[in-house]
T-cell receptor, first 117, second 112 residues
């Protein structure tokens, strides 16, 4: 089945120790997104790629970086994790072709829960 | 400043009854609204959507109503089933391929 896969499902890192979360997709979608979700909060968009074009949200801290080496893979790098970065990180994809509905539906991975000690 | 608000963190409903989940938004430029369902340990999955040019969209047991003048939408599930127990997120977008703006979610519990 075509899907969005996030690895690892759970990640523990130390305060200040760089960490990378990964996302892969078999849907061949051009658009990929990274969201941060804290407990009982709405998923918050960090950035998204429209193909190779990177779009950073204005309030995304510089501590968060992203790479998309090809259509299938996208990485979230947290350069110096702080305690406040502990959260669920969700990757999503969407099509850039088709009708309005097709373009609006985002397909999510199961997320990576990050703990910072 | 939350542009999409789900003011009820949780809702409990008896099996077989109607579940009504509400969502309010502040940006009148939103033109597409979606509902996502999330089970524990899984990512959100798309459930149903509505375009701003419509006021109702129905898919099986799920119906979404949109009241543009009130900037309010609701998701009706009837009849509710125990398998519907999940967190439901309301989301809005300005147009295709622009990022979705999510609400905080409402946890629905359907009691057998």
């Amino acid at each position: 089945d075509a899907m969005v896969i996030q690895n690892p499902r759970y990640q523990v890192t130390q305060f200040g120790k760089p960490v990378t979360l990964s996302c892969s997709q078999t849907l061949n979608h051009n658009v990929m997104y990274w969201y941060q979700q804290k407990s009982s909060q709405a998923p918050k968009l960090l950035f998204h790629y429209y193909d190779k074009d990177f779009n950073n949200e204005a309030d995304t801290p510089d501590n968060f970086q992203s790479r998309r080496p090809n259509t299938s893979f996208c990485f979230l790098d947290i350069r110096s994790p702080g305690l406040g970065d502990a959260a669920m990180y969700l990757c999503a994809t969407s099509r850039d072709t088709g009708g309005v509905l097709a373009k609006n539906i985002q397909y999510f991975g199961a997320g990576t829960r990050l703990s910072v000690l | 400043d939350q542009q999409v608000k789900q003011n009820s963190p949780s809702l409990s409903v008896q099996e077989g009854r109607i579940s009504i989940l509400n969502c309010d938004y502040t940006n009148s430029m939103f033109d597409y609204f979606l509902w996502y369902k999330k089970y524990p340990a899984e990512g959100p999955t798309f459930l149903i959507s509505i375009s701003s040019i419509k006021d109702k969209n129905e898919d099986g047991r799920f119906t979404v109503f949109l009241n543009k003048s009130a900037k309010h939408l609701s998701l009706h599930i009837v009849p509710s089933q125990p398998g519907d127990s999940a967190v439901y997120f309301c989301a809005a977008s300005l147009s295709g391929n622009t990022p979705l703006v999510f609400g905080k979610g409402t946890r629905l519990s359907v009691i057998a």
